[in-house]
């Protein structure tokens, strides 16, 4: 029986819409399905970084925060809420600045790096953490960045084990350097001395000329020798360092090493009431050093004053020179490049002994050093060596 047209249209009408309603159904199926799917995706990804040991910031283009994993959330004792949409630095995520400036870097060259970021972060006004950071990025489909993604190891501990490692090794050579001073001083010095009284004795015998001549330069050259031998011993570490105290052995430092450089340095101090630990003056006295070799070698200064003042409840070391100056923040975020310089050593035994550093550049330099003590009386007497 043949349909007729009418018929035969509603029929098709039903049939594609019945397809319709398939295709629809399959595509809502489909779209549901790859909605659980990325749903399970991103539920792991945020269990694998909840879960990992290492901190993890994930950022937005304008470098906001948008996530931070538990790890990180513990150590900062922080909540998640009052961190997310703020910048690394208004965080406290980047005390140094050494990571904001990594992601600036990244945003204006376009390209990753793979270079290892040490910052920092303040879990409380006296206690930080020292964290090293690689950065990755998600670009779009046009090669622009999305997300930024930070993760850090906390090295704060193996930090500290190096930096007890290196102080024990410094203390070590230290010892040994002050005994080779003591077998210089009391053996090679004292027979120096005795041959040279010796030498004084012959001289005033009648000797035939040309015999008076080698006295005249074996005594010339054991003269030498013993000035050197002096100059070697206060080197490895004035003997007088422990019974003369700080301030003698500073004011003995700044002579000595002005006679080696013929540079002019000054020296003003006060007599301290109640002087520091012994290590913690062998602390004072190897920076103090330190920092006038580079102002010699480096700062091509002309004339370098140290002066030492007794404070409160402080002492403060200070040695200025009017030499060129350099740049204190690009050695203190690359200390490679400057490896002869010492800054950052300075900085770490700093922090090691409770000190405080001032460093300005802005006329030749001015290194500060400040140490905490108890003192027990107020009496400070000043004393002056040109």
Request: aromatic share 6%; proline share 2%; hydrophobic share 40%.
């Amino acid at each position: 029986m043949m349909q007729s047209p009418e018929t035969f249209y509603t029929n098709l009408i039903i049939i594609v819409a019945v397809l319709m309603s398939f295709i629809l159904l399959v595509l809502v199926i489909g779209e549901y399905r790859r909605s659980q799917s990325r749903k399970r995706l991103m539920q792991l990804s945020n269990e694998i970084i909840d879960g990992s040991a290492a901190f993890i910031i994930v950022l937005d283009q304008n470098k906001k925060i948008l996530k931070l994993n538990q790890s990180l959330l513990l150590a900062m004792k922080d909540s998640k809420t009052q961190l997310l949409g703020k910048t690394l630095s208004l965080a406290g995520l980047s005390e140094a600045n050494r990571l904001m400036n990594a992601l600036h870097q990244m945003e204006l060259t376009g390209s990753e790096t793979r270079e290892t970021i040490r910052d920092e972060i303040y879990i409380s006004s006296d206690e930080k953490l020292i964290i090293d950071w690689q950065i990755s990025t998600l670009k779009d489909s046009s090669g622009s960045i999305v997300r930024y993604i930070a993760s850090g190891l906390n090295v704060t501990e193996l930090e500290r084990a190096r930096r007890e490692l290196q102080n024990l090794r410094e203390n070590t050579e230290r010892e040994e350097r002050r005994k080779l001073a003591e077998e210089l001083h009391d053996e090679i010095g004292n027979h120096l001395f005795l041959s040279n009284m010796k030498l004084e004795e012959l001289r005033d015998e009648i000797l035939e000329p040309n015999i008076k001549i080698a006295l005249e330069e074996l005594h010339f050259t054991i003269e030498t020798i013993i000035n050197r031998t002096r100059s070697l011993v206060f080197e490895l570490g004035p003997m007088s360092l422990e019974q003369s105290g700080l301030v003698n052995a500073l004011e003995s430092l700044a002579q000595h090493m002005q006679n080696r450089s013929g540079i002019p340095i000054r020296f003003k101090g006060d007599q301290l009431i109640q002087d520091l630990e012994h290590d913690t003056v062998y602390f004072m006295f190897n920076s103090v050093r330190e920092i006038i070799t580079n102002a010699i070698k480096h700062a091509n200064a002309g004339e370098i004053l140290l002066t030492v003042k007794q404070q409160a409840d402080s002492v403060q070391v200070e040695v200025r020179d009017n030499g060129i100056g350099f740049d204190f923040k690009k050695i203190r975020e690359a200390p490679h490049l400057c490896k002869g310089f010492g800054l950052q050593r300075l900085v770490e035994r700093c922090e090691y002994f409770g000190a405080e550093l001032n460093v300005d550049t802005s006329s030749g330099s001015t290194f500060r050093i400040t140490i905490p003590i108890t003192i027990k009386e107020k009496h400070v007497h000043s004393h002056s060596v040109g």
